[in-house]
């Protein structure tokens, strides 16, 4: 299950890349700018600020899923069966169904079309998501593939599954994002859902084969920004050990995705972080003896 | 440190009065030349118009005001006052409604007083009926070509060229900084000595020599004019700085462009007066400055190897010459300020490339004149960079980085491995397809050999799709237009709406070459361009005007307009009428006669549920390559009266918006009157939802060799995109990766919506604010409301 294949990535690994989005996370980080991966069977997003409440989908609805709420369409999701109809209706292209299975050779031929970008670049295939890792066949599948077709391959994981799995793809990858949102276990678990006890053996062999991984932390407000998170982080990653990182700003640009889901967002109402903060907190880092890189 | 210079002002401060100086001016109309011109012709009647040509000039040179700015270092002016519009009679006068329009029309606005006004209508134009050259080529046309030209939302409209004039072409002004006006003065000289009576051409022979001689002598006494204007104002200038700037202007100007220039301030001098009459010669816009950072270098590197020179002070007369290109502007009817808009002259100043030999030739002045226009950055000139795989990877990162820093577009890129080898393809030597300059926007041509009238007219192929849906009506007006090519009703196959429509353009293709081959014919009778024959390899040698075909190549460039529109509906129909068959042919006539009125779903099935070029989708990218290369087989056809060749090119400027008023509804879902495909080859506004890489596979995918006379690609990147050293690395790879895949032209456009909007409210805060409009760059708050939408609307390529 695909969310999205976007290309002309070019935050996600280097040069100019294709980006796998798959569908489907075991982690439920509050922050998420991707809400739309975290499930993984296909959803219908409508965007409300682009809907003219003409009301055209809910007549071309045979399910009788759409009704008119309080000045927004809402999807009553037991009743939808994601026949696109409503889609195909509506004037103003505010509905969209997130969520495709494609077969391996089938994202290939899409990823493969860049191809002259690569060359130029340097760049190629991330596999990211939701946790690519959480559908361990495809993404097996795509990076055997990826390297038939001598493309370069990168992927963003969060490590939340067996070592297994990892060991697995290991081979078949130049490039290797992990991210780590706290070693402190309480707080991890208050801001995922899950445990880092798993995440955290698996960095430690991962970093044993693969050196070369990279460590990118979400930086997150109220969740691991003060001083004492940061401290905290640090020791451990100096247990490892771990040099540098890369710091990923929060951001709120997933807001309109949780509305179109029609899920709440604790993070709605946060602001981004400002130049100074970033500073501040790059600078935290560094005094702990962290080298931040990239951010 | 100044060397060349005196100290005592920074190039900062020069630069930022100079321009301060020229954003301060009111475009207005000037009379002056248009008075000095008819008292010349009164004087003239019975001559040759090779004479009168030359003689009208003269008249203007030797009389007209001339000034000097304070702080210009590079001095001459175009008209009574600073960017004013100087009028040219002899080729079209401008109706009383024209002129009551132009003080307020929201385009272009020029100034004009009643008095003007007057002496205009009741003293300097009755003069003029049937003289002018718009006069005397209508005359030649026969009635059916002139029933086009007269129909409202006709497929082509070629006589808006009598009164523009040529304009777009390269030039050979390097030949004039080396050897100047005095080695054509002397060719003429000895041509005209040995033109013997019994020369089948004797007296037009013998009127283009002496023509010749008048110009090269009146060009000389104008020159003169500023060194004696410069001399008296040093005289009365207490400041001995300035009165030193002076005095180095007043002996530059003594030189050039009659002599050699001795330095590299003496070649910007030349450079500039050799252009700036051109453009005070003729009405066209587009006379294009070539390859600058080529022919310049050696005058850079003799003055700062000899010490005679700073880096710094060369790129302070660079910044000055730059700020002078944009004194140049023309009062155009209201018709042709739409189309093109922002007062653009487009003089295309090309950069970097390869020489002759197919070497890197970028140089120390290549980048320096990017820096330069970094500091200046008004539309003028229109400043396009070569790339060439041999070129450092920094020249493209230069530009992004401008771009990054500056905000805005500017800096067109053509691909020098798709370009020379479609020139040698369209049968240029080698060494002069290495030295290929572009014209006005996007036009490859060779360096000083040909007359190129790059932009002679602009073609709606979707017009022509119409018709092929319509029988040959317009969908706007219900008035019949084009061939009877059958009820498209009946139409069973994609073959036989592909051979309507082929039927249709091929028919207005003749016709489009019959009405300039006629509007050249006349030019050549009534308006030679003598001045230019002076500048083009051959003329002088043959005693034949360019305009009559004496320069070595001679081309007509002719765009068509809305191929992917063309493209995209071809899709659209193939798809959901034939292949699938969920809407009957007179469905979609119907629903195309009444403009989608009470059929969304069906509109929202066209637009959303057939592909759409600028996806990297090869079956809608076929259409579009299709749509292209058919008309361009068509030109290909047709006999250019000089004996030349008709180019076709793709591209549209920002013509795609009035163009597409004049379309009714499309099978792409487009809606009856909306602007077709900016540019000329950019996807259809908003449907390109792959990315900037899917457009450029798409784009790449078209039949560039049989496009002559260019492309235009606009790709518009937000500022997000273009921050860092590493974004301009991978704006430079994506661009190596378009390029590599055959791309010819991008245009790239850093800019957010949100400063636009805001320009729009609050147009004096946004001055400076430049904008490529589909090729060329313009001020944004100089805009028709309409472009300036349209710019908005263009999918801003985000990467979250």
């Known amino acids: ?295 | 440190m100044k060397k060349y210079l005196p100290d005592g002002i920074t190039r900062q401060e020069r630069t930022s009065v100079l321009n301060a100086d020229m954003r301060a001016s009111i475009p207005s109309i000037c009379l002056e030349r248009a008075r000095l011109v008819t008292k010349s012709y009164k004087k003239t009647e019975g001559e040759h118009y090779l004479l009168r040509r030359a003689k009208a000039l003269a008249n203007v040179l030797k009389n007209m005001t001339i000034f000097i700015r304070p702080e210009e270092i590079i001095v001459g002016n175009h008209a009574s006052k600073q960017r004013f519009a100087p009028l040219y009679p002899e080729t079209g006068v401008l109706s009383k409604k024209e002129l009551d329009l132009m003080p307020i029309r929201e385009v272009d606005t020029l100034q004009i007083t009643e008095e003007e006004k007057k002496e205009l209508l009741e003293e300097i134009y009755p003069w003029w009926k049937h003289k002018t050259l718009e006069d005397l080529t209508w005359d030649r046309f026969p009635a059916d070509l002139k029933e086009i030209a007269t129909s409202p939302n006709a497929v082509f409209n070629a006589l808006s060229r009598t009164r523009s004039g040529y304009g777009h072409y390269l030039p050979d002004i390097a030949k004039v900084i080396n050897n100047g006006f005095q080695a054509i003065e002397a060719k003429a000289q000895k041509k005209l000595e040995c033109l013997s009576c019994q020369d089948e051409d004797f007296t037009y022979k013998s009127a283009f020599y002496n023509a010749a001689l008048i110009i090269c002598e009146a060009v000389h006494t104008f020159s003169s004019r500023y060194a004696a204007l410069a001399g008296t104002l040093a005289e009365n200038t207490a400041d001995p700085r300035r009165k030193k700037e002076l005095k180095l202007i007043a002996a530059a100007c003594t030189q050039v462009p009659y002599h050699p220039a001795r330095n590299f301030h003496e070649a910007l001098q030349s450079y500039w007066f050799t252009l700036l009459i051109d453009y005070i010669f003729q009405n066209g816009s587009a006379i294009s400055c070539g390859r600058f950072d080529q022919y310049m270098y050696p005058y850079y590197l003799k003055d700062t190897d000899s010490g005679l020179l700073t880096k710094d002070e060369a790129q302070e007369m660079i910044e000055a010459l730059w700020v002078k290109h944009n004194d140049v502007i023309k009062a155009c009817t209201y018709n042709s300020a739409r189309n093109n808009g922002g007062f653009s002259t487009s003089a295309h100043l090309t950069l970097g490339g390869v020489d002759k030999d197919g070497h890197d030739a970028c140089n120390e002045l290549t980048f320096l004149c990017l820096e330069a226009d970094r500091n200046v950055f008004n539309c003028e000139p229109n400043i396009g960079v070569r790339i060439n795989k041999k070129n450092p990877e920094e020249l493209p990162q230069k530009v992004f980085e401008i771009l990054g820093t500056v905000g805005g577009g500017k800096y067109p890129l053509f691909n020098d491995d798709v370009i020379i080898p479609t020139l040698v393809k369209d049968g240029l030597p080698l060494e002069e397809a290495r030295n290929y300059g572009i014209v006005g926007c996007v036009e490859p041509n060779p360096y000083g050999n040909s007359l190129s009238i790059s932009n002679a007219c602009y073609f709606n192929l979707a017009k022509c799709l119409e018709f092929a849906l319509t029988n040959g009506y317009c969908l706007l007006t219900n008035k019949k237009m084009g061939l009877s090519t059958g009820d498209a009703s009946s139409f069973t196959s994609m073959t036989e709406v592909k051979e309507a429509y082929e039927k249709q353009v091929s028919y207005f293709v003749e016709k489009m070459a019959d009405s300039l081959n006629i509007i050249e014919e006349s030019i050549a009778d009534y308006t030679p361009h003598i001045y230019c024959s002076l500048l083009l390899d051959d003329c002088m040698e043959r005693g034949l005007d360019s305009s009559a075909g004496g320069s070595r190549y001679n081309y007509c460039g002719v765009q068509g307009v809305g191929a992917p529109d063309v493209g995209d509906a071809l899709m659209a129909i193939d798809k959901l009428v034939f292949h699938e068959k969920r809407l009957s042919m007179s469905d979609l006539l119907h629903i195309l006669h009444s403009d989608f009125k009470d059929a969304v779903s069906e509109q929202n099935m066209l637009l959303y549920e057939a592909p759409k070029y600028g996806n990297d989708i090869d079956e809608v990218d076929r259409y579009v390559r299709y749509a292209g290369e058919q008309y361009c087989l068509e030109v290909a056809k047709q006999k250019e009266w000089r004996g030349g060749k008709f180019r076709p090119g793709l591209y549209c400027v920002s013509a795609n918006t009035p163009i597409g008023r004049q379309v009714g509804a499309m099978a792409n879902g487009r809606k009856s009157g909306m602007p077709l495909a900016d540019g000329g080859i950019s996807p259809r506004q908003g449907v390109d939802e792959n990315g900037p890489t899917a457009v450029f596979l798409s784009a790449a995918k078209l039949n560039l060799d049989l496009v002559t006379n260019g492309v235009d690609l606009n790709m518009k990147i937000l500022p997000s995109l273009a921050k860092t050293q590493e974004d301009y690395q991978k704006l430079t790879q994506m661009l190596r990766g378009y390029f590599a895949a055959g791309g010819m032209h991008v245009q790239f456009n850093i800019i957010s919506d949100d400063i636009l909007k805001e320009a729009q409210k609050f147009p004096d805060a946004h001055r400076n604010l430049v904008v490529r409009v589909a090729g060329y760059s313009a001020f944004f708050v100089d805009l028709d409301v309409d472009i300036q939408n349209e710019i908005i609307s263009r999918t801003a390529m985000q990467a979250l």
């Open chain 1, 1 to 295: 299950m695909i969310s999205n294949i976007q290309r002309f990535c070019i935050h996600d690994g280097s040069g100019i890349r294709t980006t796998v989005f798959f569908k489907g996370c075991p982690l439920r980080c509050a922050w998420c700018a991707n809400p739309e991966t975290q499930h993984t069977c296909a959803e219908l997003m409508i965007y409300h600020a682009r809907c003219g409440q003409c009301q055209t989908c809910i007549s071309a609805c045979p399910a009788h899923a759409l009704s008119l709420n309080g000045g927004n369409i809402q999807v009553d999701t037991s009743q939808c069966t994601l026949c696109k109809l409503c889609v195909k209706a509506c004037p103003n292209r505010a509905i969209s169904i997130k969520g495709e299975v494609l077969c391996a050779q089938e994202i290939l031929d899409i990823v493969r079309r860049d191809k002259p970008f690569y060359q130029t670049s340097g760049g190629g295939m991330t596999l990211s998501g939701g946790e690519p890792l959480y559908q361990p066949e495809l993404a097996l599948e795509l990076l055997v593939l990826a390297k038939k077709y001598n493309i370069h391959t990168c992927i963003e994981t969060s490590l939340a599954c067996s070592f297994s799995v990892v060991e697995k793809v290991l081979p078949f990858l130049d490039e290797i994002y992990f991210d780590l949102k706290h070693t402190n276990n309480t707080k991890h678990k208050a801001g995922t859902g899950i445990s880092n006890t798993q995440i955290l053996d698996n960095i430690e062999h991962l970093l044993k084969q693969r050196p070369d991984a990279r460590m990118r932390i979400p930086v997150i407000p109220g969740f691991n920004d003060t001083e004492k998170d940061i401290l905290e982080i640090c020791r451990a990653l100096k247990e490892f050990p771990i040099s540098s990182v890369e710091l990923m700003w929060f951001h709120n640009l997933g807001n309109p995705k949780y509305s179109a889901l029609a899920r709440e967002y604790p993070y709605t109402h946060i602001s981004p972080f400002s130049d100074i903060d970033k500073k501040k907190i790059k600078d935290n880092y560094q005094a702990n003896g962290i080298v931040v890189i990239h951010s």
